[in-house]
């Protein structure tokens, strides 16, 4: 029998961007733009090739809370800060990882973006603001930072692009010499500081050893298995000073 000759099928139209949202970042620190394309979200950042988060892509958000929160699952009375909300998944994630009991504080420097995820970002991380054991601080973590006193067991910063800062030049007073040493002393004897970073920077970790903490670097994948390498820095406060 003769054969039917091929149809070739109309291309779907692309579906467009849509704005939903500008955000100026302090200090001239650029503006942020939510966009919404179907399901899918962005965050851009005037003047930089390229999205900084996309809901798409976030397992190494995940990874963070999960390897930072990991020693801490069964405490009853864990507090945990999270520096730099985003689209929420590294908050989602810490929820996940820590007692129906602990308490997780975080921390976000743009008004905007908390009312982003209270609203069209929502949905992506499953409302994880919506959580009793979440405490939002609007401001700049590195304030909480500051104060001290030993009261996290685990500090989670996925803030900016990592030791080097894109977003907000203030940001690189957490990766200093003094902001380290102020993480230690705000962090519970062996508590846990995990840093998200956009790529490999030894002498970063050669800083975190000089504050006296055990360090481990992991890499991984922006999505399960494939995507870009980001790096995650692991730090754990001794027990004792001395140690």
């Not at 979200?41 to 958000?61: A, K, T």
């Not at 997780?104 to 995820?117: F, G, H, K, Q, S």
Request: proline share 6%.
């Amino acid at each position: 029998p003769k054969k039917s000759p091929l149809i070739n099928s109309p291309a779907k139209p692309m579906i467009p961007w849509k704005k939903l949202g500008i955000a100026q970042i302090p200090n001239n620190g650029g503006e942020l733009q939510l966009s919404q394309r179907g399901e899918e979200f962005s965050i851009r950042l005037s003047g930089v090739r390229g999205e900084l988060m996309n809901s798409r892509i976030y397992n190494s958000e995940q990874v963070l809370a999960e390897l930072g929160c990991a020693l801490i699952k069964e405490k009853s009375d864990a507090h945990v800060l999270v520096g730099g909300l985003g689209m929420g998944y590294t908050l989602a994630a810490t929820l996940q990882a820590v007692a129906a009991s602990a308490q997780v504080t975080v921390a976000e420097l743009i008004p905007e973006v908390v009312e982003w995820n209270k609203g069209p970002l929502g949905d992506c991380a499953q409302n994880p603001l919506r959580d009793p054991r979440t405490k939002v601080v609007l401001g700049d973590v590195a304030e909480l930072l500051e104060n001290q006193h030993e009261q996290y067991d685990a500090i989670l910063l996925d803030v900016d692009n990592g030791p080097e800062g894109l977003t907000h030049t203030d940001n690189n007073w957490l990766y200093s010499q003094r902001g380290l040493e102020s993480i230690s002393r705000t962090l519970r004897p062996e508590g846990m500081l995990a840093i998200w970073s956009a790529g490999a920077d030894s002498m970063f970790a050669i800083r975190l050893k000089k504050a006296r903490f055990k360090v481990s670097i992991h890499t991984v994948r922006a999505r399960p298995g494939k995507g870009s390498r980001h790096t995650i820095f692991l730090a754990q406060k001794p027990w004792r000073a001395s140690e």
